[in-house]
Nanobody, 114 residues
Framework: QVQVVESGGGLVQAGGSLNLSCSAS????????MGWYRQSPGNQRKFVARITGNGFADYADFVKGRFTISRDNAKNMVSLQMNMLQPDDSAVYYCNGVPAKIMWGQGTQVTVSS
């Protein structure tokens, strides 16, 4: 069964850091562009960052310079290092393919206090 499992969220003060992880059971993972998305209450899910199978990354403007996406193809994992977190970054973070064709996981909650 194709699935993703996110972890690593938590509560952090503004200016702090968190590292999110995603384990993906996907056939052909190394060829799949993977991404992180987030959704806060009352808002639609938004794209945050993506990384191609060979490591090229790009980011939404609101996280550029603060977040870094990476992947380990040997372990079928994708990570998101988040620095200089702000309260507006509070959301449930999800990983999925780009485009998002995999069943959504539970996500991981990130809460940034001011």
């Amino acid at each position: 069964q194709v699935q993703v499992v996110e972890s690593g969220g938590g509560l952090v003060q503004a200016g702090g850091s968190l590292n999110l992880s995603c384990s993906a059971s996907i056939s052909g993972f190394r060829f799949t562009t993977m991404g992180w998305y987030r959704q806060s209450p009352g808002n639609q899910r938004k794209f945050v960052a993506r990384i191609t199978g060979n490591g090229f990354a790009d980011y939404a403007d609101f996280v550029k310079g603060r977040f870094t996406i990476s992947r380990d193809n040997a372990k079928n994992m994708v990570s998101l290092q988040m620095n200089m977190l702000q309260p507006d970054d509070s959301a449930v973070y999800y990983c999925n393919g780009v485009p998002a064709k995999i069943m959504w996981g539970q996500g991981t909650q990130v809460t940034v206090s001011s």
